[in-house]
């Protein structure tokens, strides 16, 4: 065999200069796929990539759920999700190709009959395509059902087939905190191997989270500053002007702490402040991740209180109209303890990062809807302009906003036109919808497709959501103890608790949402 | 869509660029949420006669509009410069950033076609990179313009009955950066062969290509040829010349770099869409045909074993107006594929 031909069947020369890159057969089976994350974003995620010729070349569906439907049925659903949330218009040609196949397996999720039907459906697909597919167990449950599902599919010997890749994709949350994440971690290690494994956070889909990446990365302009020497501090909001939008049962059970901070939060984090990785291979950007999550010293219970502010929104006023707090919400206990603000204060411990504060904001029916990151640098060494007559010399700002308008924004100082040598700040901005003409692809379909085609970059790893959860996990002890006080409550529409402001540093405030 | 509209007759490229300015400025200062695109010029030169038919295209490409278009419409007998500029824009709710896409459309006559550059040059948004697009000819114009810009967007399809859309793509790659509509319209047949031969235990019948179909519109030729060429230059087959004998399939013989040889075939094909129709790849113990079918490829696979095996990959119709959407996508890409497949293609002309 010439040494051509043996490079030939080692890379695919075919893949080269094409923008998709090749997603070998798979099935997909959705466990919960009558629920409402399903029936929002995946099944209309999954017709999106069809739409754009970016599904496998060779792609089966299944559904499994409780409730009881013929296969027929269940396309019905589908179909009706896709009208109503895809992006797209649905082309009915596509759909109908998309849906000609669907399966659907009903039962429980612990009966092993389901189980025992899911591999014969898996098999039928198999034996269709002339060859093992690769299988994706896509886990759109609630949590308590993951170890459940994960060991029966283990059991049903589901999780290994001879010439195909085999993967698990779990939603959030995993776990409640440190202890069940463990526990959940060691429950789906017992049927899968880690590299089988994909945690999603959907927050990591976003062209803007990854975007962080390439600003750091792949610009010599910002990395020299990025470090204790010039950065003063580090503000990295998530505010929402809504409540709970009926979503008690969820959020009461979870509140702030574990719904954004535990994950989205210490996600971008993490992305912000890890040492740049030598590749863009998963591990070897997991590894860095990894790294900076365990130099984040947690606070002990007793210092909670010092770092931490949480708070509640109380009813008021919004835009002119009444609107409820949040123990007046639909199913939320009179009496709840559960915090729909949190505010953090963290030190990364490591060379780059020592003494330099970041603050963690979060919250519900605040001011403003934003998601951004605000990276302070130091003051200039010596002040050679006159403030009088203008706000004068800032410090300048580095803001990394992920929504709503996505982009990156950096304050400088200027000459005020005029006789005089007056400063104020102005903006040079960057905007997503003015920089480029593609749309963005929703989260979910570029998250479905890397777990197809076994890309963990963007997801968690376990070591990494353990380190997650270690950092949460004091503060949630801390809280749970702290039955003597009320939790604080706050205005609806406004910046949030005022004792937030007790975190920062001396001559340091929150960015105005 | 609300827009705003400038025009004037017998005017000059200074005082285009000068309202150009004074609008946007304008609009800034009525509305600051609004910002005007900066990611791509695109210079048009199209025949006056044709004007609606242009228009319409760049209508199609919906979201890939280029930030400002600059649309030159050549009029016999005309001596003066007429312009007509149109900002558009939605004004989004809540303070979030509306977007503003700016419209050029310059009517000049053939005598100001070698100093095209002159009247251009003032309006472009300066510091973006710029995409030529001349569909009805007016090399000259091409000529004259192609110092100030990055890349040349062409269709080979439209130059297949005098066979002059691929040499003119060579000559204009050696100048600037070519986006090609007749490459783009293989795309989805080039994904699928590359996905279909990705998994390792399919790469022998990869590396043992015997005979290769390519069926296409009977005015898309080029894009058969670029699809051929492709496979070509990426397995690495000496191209020869194919050879076209009474109507028959154009069809010839390439060898492998271990020596084997590879049968070429391009077939003319009666279908509405213009581009591929079809294609067959052959290899000793089995053959995977695509072709085209409603609501994306209908695959068909011969296996070892005898078996006959039928399914559908999906994907939608791009239709041309996505196709020119994407060619003005692809004026930020860089595909380096497309060299090596346009100059084995022009080796396979017969």
Redesign the interface.
Known sequence: ??A??EQ???D?????????L????TTLVIFGATGDLAHRKLLPALYNL????A?????ELVGVARREKEDEDFADAVKQSIERFSR?KP????????L?DIRYVSGTFDDDNVYSELGRVLGEFDE????PMNRVFYLSTAPDFFPVIAGKVGDAGLTKCE?ADVRIVIEKPFGSDLASARKLNAQLLEAFHESQIFRIDHYLGKETVQNLMALRFANTLFEPVWNRNFVDSVQITAAEDIGIEGRAGYYDHAGALRDLVQNHMLQLLALLTMEPPASFEANRVRDEKVKVLESIVPPSVEEVASMAVRGQYGSGEVSGKHVPGYREEENVPADSRTETFAALRLAVSNWRWAGVPIYLRTGKRLARKATEIVVTLKPVPHMAFQSTGSVGVQQNQIILMVQ??EGVSVSVGAKIPGARMRIRPVHM?F?Y???????SPEAYERLILDAMRGDATLFTRNDEIEALWGIIDPVLTAWDQDTSSDVPQYEPGSQGPQDANTLLAPGQTWRRL | MSEDVWSEQDTTPDAIESALRELLRQRHVDNPSL??????NLVVIADRDWLGEISNRLERVG?????RTILCTVEKGRESLDAVMVMSYNEAPGG??G?IHEKVEIDVGPEHLPRLDTIVDPVLAAELPTMLWSPHGFHEAVKTLLPMVDVVLLDSDDHDQDDIGLPRSAELLERAYVVDLAWLRT??W????????????R??A??SLEKVSIRHHPLSGPSAALLAGW?SS???WEPARLSAHNGDPMHGSLKS??GRHVEIELQPFDQEAPGLAGVTVSWPDGSLSLDRG???LQ?H?C?PDT?Q?D???????RGEGGILGEG??QA??R????GPALHTALELRP
């Open positions: 065999m010439s051509a031909i030939l069947e080692r695919n020369p075919l893949v080269e200069g094409l923008e998709r090749p997603v070998h057969a069809a739409h754009e010729g599904l496998p070349e060779r792609f797209q082309d009915p040609n596509v759909l109908e190709g998309l000609k269709r395509a002339g060859h010439k709503p308008d901005e905007h919808g003015t920089s480029f003409v593609s749309q | 910002a005007p695109a900066r990611v791509l979201r890939y509009r280029a930030s979030s950033l977007v795309t989805p080039r994904e699928r062969l590359a996905a279909c031969f990705d998994p390792r235990d790469r022998p990869l590396a496979l990426r397995l690495g770099a271990d409603r609501g994306g695959a696979e296996l078996r095996l399914w559908q990959i999906l994907g939608a119709s003005v996508r930020l890409l595909d380096g594929t497309y």
